[in-house]
């Protein structure tokens, strides 16, 4: 008797199924679980079966996709976006040339605050479209889960429309989405004197929030001349209170603690650390707290230093990457190109590279359990790459690798 699945990809070269029980830490994201010569059968969007070539003699299946020797993983998972917002900034690239900072164009009201104007103006359907495209663009790179951050609002009426485009996405669009409150962003002109009222309004949201299942995760921009450490404490404390999970974007430009914070709250995931301190990654390593680099960003910034993920490996630390995409400091949707940046610039291995974009990115964003990895009884998030080994995707860099989506089993994007 015969197996019958829906479709089988057979003649897969390497089958990356980076099958591993918990997130990896540290030197074990050296390892990379891995078949040569395999199949994956799938049915009713579900992995059925993965197996050797030969096991393809005992296997029915209405569709099949002759893999011809390519590489083969899981669907990617970008585990930080900031994907709905209102219009765009390339008019800080001249900003950027004259050499004006990042904070200093957001200390002139520009930056974040610019894109908040634009994002309070436009309507619910404009956003969700805007969003749309921008997702549709990560699945064709790969993608078939990622985090969605709030934040462009800095007002209850524009952070509730930001959330509610984010829920109508995740109901909609192929890629998996799960929401993050990031209300606490920057300080917006009506608060400018008095940060801590606005972070009250904030933490105000939080009941609705949680009821009106529009965020799991709450997140904060800890930073000179945005929330200090201690507002960060407080803010996210309350959050933890009201039973969400903990993000903060941390150490991204002045090294101010935030790395340290997310490791004492038992955050979820601490992102950016390009300015972490030994001892704020002594403390992540000793955590579970997982650490989100977004090398992209510091490269988009145009800085010279990035953050230590030797470092961060070497003792210990679990290790995620993501495009941090957004209009001001990375706008790309292109995951393909961070794998290069985190190869050159944050001298990552390509299997640290691949489990830092799989596994640990699905644990990252509390979706360690259905994604980042190929195994029997999971969903069907698969991608088929034009490219003959894993270490070919850092490698060859700045254009799209992806053959074929496959999203609960279902072909998405080719
Ligand atoms: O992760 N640093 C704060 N937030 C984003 C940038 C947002 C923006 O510039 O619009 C980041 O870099
Ligand atoms: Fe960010």
């Known amino acids: 008797m015969k197996q019958h699945v829906d479709l089988l990809l057979m003649n897969i070269g390497q089958l990356l199924t980076m099958e591993s029980i918990g997130p990896k ?3 074990d994201m050296q390892e990379l679980v891995m078949l040569e010569d395999a199949v994956v059968g799938i049915t009713n969007g579900k992995v059925v079966l993965i197996g050797e070539r030969e096991s393809e003699e005992g296997i029915q299946a209405a569709e099949v996709i002759d893999c011809q020797g390519k590489l083969v993983s899981p669907g990617l998972v970008d585990p930080h976006t900031h994907v709905v917002f209102g219009g765009s900034r390339e008019h800080e690239m001249a900003l950027k040339q004259q050499g004006v900072p990042y904070l200093e164009i957001l200390k002139q009201g520009g930056g974040i605050l610019s894109t908040v104007e634009h994002t309070r103006q436009a309507t619910e359907d ?9 997702l549709d663009r990560m699945l064709s790179h790969g993608v078939t889960t990622a985090e ?4 462009y609002g800095l007002d209850v009426e524009t952070e509730l429309k930001q959330l509610k485009v984010a829920k109508r996405l995740q109901q909609n669009h192929p890629i998996d989405l799960v929401s993050t409150f990031l209300g606490a ?3 917006p002109h009506e608060y400018k004197d008095d940060p801590q009222a ?17 965020a799991e995760f709450v997140d904060i921009f800890t930073e000179t001349g945005v929330f200090t450490v201690e507002q960060s404490r407080d803010y996210l404390t309350r959050a933890q209170e009201k039973g969400f999970g903990l993000k903060i974007h ?5 090294p101010l603690g935030g790395t340290e914070l997310a490791a004492d709250l038992g955050a979820s995931s601490a992102d950016h650390l390009v300015g972490a301190s030994d001892e704020g990654i002594k403390k992540l390593a000793e955590s579970k707290t997982i650490a989100v680099l977004l090398p992209g960003t510091t490269f988009y910034l145009g800085k010279e230093t990035f953050a230590r993920a030797r470092k961060m490996i070497d003792e210990g630390v679990r290790v995620a990457l993501a495009t941090d995409f957004n209009p001001g400091s990375c706008p790309t949707e292109n995951i393909q190109l961070i794998m290069t940046f985190a190869a050159l610039k944050l001298n990552m291995s390509p299997e640290e590279i691949w489990n830092a974009m799989t596994v640990n990115a699905a644990y990252a964003i509390g979706r360690g359990e259905q994604a980042g990895q190929v195994v029997v009884g999971r ?3 698969l991608v088929i790459w034009d490219a003959p080994n894993y270490q070919y995707l850092p490698y060859h860099y700045g254009v799209n690798h992806v053959n074929t989506v496959i999203k609960n089993g279902q072909i998405v994007s080719r």
């Open 25 to 27: 830490e540290g030197k």
């Open 126 to 134: 404009h956003l969700y479209e805007k969003a749309y495209f921008h």
């Open 148 to 151: 969605i951050k709030s934040g």
């Open 185 to 187: 962003h920057a300080i």
């Open 198 to 214: 606005f972070l009250d309004e904030m933490v105000g949201m939080l009941d609705l929030i949680k009821i009106e299942e529009l």
């Open 250 to 254: 941390a150490d991204e430009i002045d």
């Open 379 to 381: 969903q069907a998030d």
